[in-house]
């Protein structure tokens, strides 16, 4: 099992430019989150999908969207990148125990 | 909402002495407290995690304990070894709440 993967490592972006940030997952998992990291902040809940066909906002939702593809897919779009969105960007799957499982992380920079 | 808080915030400790990290929580119908550990450029990774029936759990020289009525739990690490050396977050969330709540970090290092 590849467990939960995410596409693009890294990415650059010019400010108002757009991008979607990929997802996956192989552990039939019914919930899936995007988290954003930045230094001194921890964790902060973006978007999560806790089936197919249904999402909700998290803290910090503003200036993204969200699309639950299928139970393996879901992905986190930036229609108009800002600087303020320069972060680590984890998507997660959740397990029968509640336990969450991370992807390797998007390293986003808005110039 | 919920909200949690971690202290302190960077902790330096010598290789084999022990190393203590404690968050509280706010929202009392908490039960589900993971701790994740996340090494330099890596994700987070579960290291422990502990319900709200239980005031203790322990893994090695890993070890949780938890205090519902003054809503606070802690992470114990013994004999501290260099690959200790991580980012610690702490995090809580209710029974059938989908989302969890992380505290704010806690950079542990090692000193060999």
């Known amino acids: 099992n590849a467990g939960v993967t995410q596409t693009p490592k890294f990415q650059v972006l010019k400010t108002g430019q757009s991008m979607t940030l990929q997802c996956a997952q192989d552990?039939?998992?019914?919930?899936m989150y995007w988290y954003r990291q930045d230094p001194g902040m921890g964790l902060r809940l973006i978007y999560y999908s806790a089936s197919e066909g249904t999402t909700d906002k998290g803290e910090v939702p503003n200036g993204y969207n969200v699309s639950r593809l299928n139970k393996r897919e879901f992905s986190l779009r930036l229609e108009s990148a800002a600087p303020s969105q320069t972060s680590v960007y984890f998507c997660?799957?959740?397990?029968?125990?509640?336990?969450?499982?991370f992807g390797p992380g998007t390293r986003l920079t808005v110039l | 909402g919920e909200n949690v808080e971690q202290h302190p915030s960077t902790l330096s400790v010598q290789e084999g002495d022990s190393a203590v990290i404690k968050c509280t929580y706010s929202?009392?119908?908490?039960?589900?407290f993971p701790w994740y550990k996340q090494e330099l450029g890596k994700r987070p990774q579960l290291i422990i995690d502990i319900r709200s029936n239980v005031g203790e759990k322990k893994d090695q020289r890993i070890a949780v304990t938890l205090n519902k009525t003054a809503k606070h739990f802690s992470l114990h690490i013994t004999e501290t070894q260099p690959e200790d050396s991580a980012v610690y977050f702490c995090?809580?969330?209710?029974?059938?709440?989908?989302?969890?709540?992380f505290g704010t970090g806690t950079r542990l290092t090692i000193i060999p």
């Open positions: 929202d009392s119908a908490s039960n589900y």
């Open positions: 995090a809580a969330s209710a029974f059938g709440n989908e989302k969890l709540t």
């Open positions: 552990m039939n998992h019914n919930s």
């Open positions: 997660a799957s959740r397990g029968q125990w509640d336990t969450q499982y």
